[in-house]
């Protein structure tokens, strides 16, 4: 190998390897900035009515007390699902299983907080006990008609 081809390589592999390492973190960027342009301006906080199951994925039915939209309404399979609609709200909160005691724990809160402050967490109240989370919204293998029932069914409790 000659001289000025054994300088290049390691120049070239660390390009290449920062050219990769920019790639991968430019979606994951854009997709905050979606999401922050979709939920960063909605709050909610209210007492939980119900924690119906569709297709092994949980959903949390808030009867809200205090937001900062009247009515908003999203799903992307892929992506996230969040239904405020009436005073109510339905958010996905994931697939649980009897093991998982944080699933378990958000699934029977009393009450939960939605990025209040605009600090994108959600806080799950149950008695004297709290659980602190980034704000997700994923609705993991629930289908837009799941939201759509249990919009329409949170209207009727």
Known sequence: MSKVWSAFLPIA???????????????????EKEFDKLFGNVYFEGNVLSAPVYNNSTLLCIKIDTASVDSF???????????????????????????????????????VVVNKDHNKKAIFIRDNDTLHQDLDFWPAKLEEVHLLMACEDVQTL
Request: proline fraction near 3%; charge should be positive; aromatic fraction near 14%.
């Open 13 to 31: 592999v660390l390009t290449v390897v920062c050219l990769l390492f920019y790639l991968m973190l430019k979606p994951a960027k854009s997709k």
């Open 73 to 111: 309404y999203y799903f992307n399979r892929g992506d996230w699902a969040l239904c405020i609609h009436d005073g109510m709200a339905v958010m996905p909160i994931g697939m649980i299983d009897k093991y998982d005691s944080v699933g378990l724990f958000k699934a029977t809160s009393l009450r």
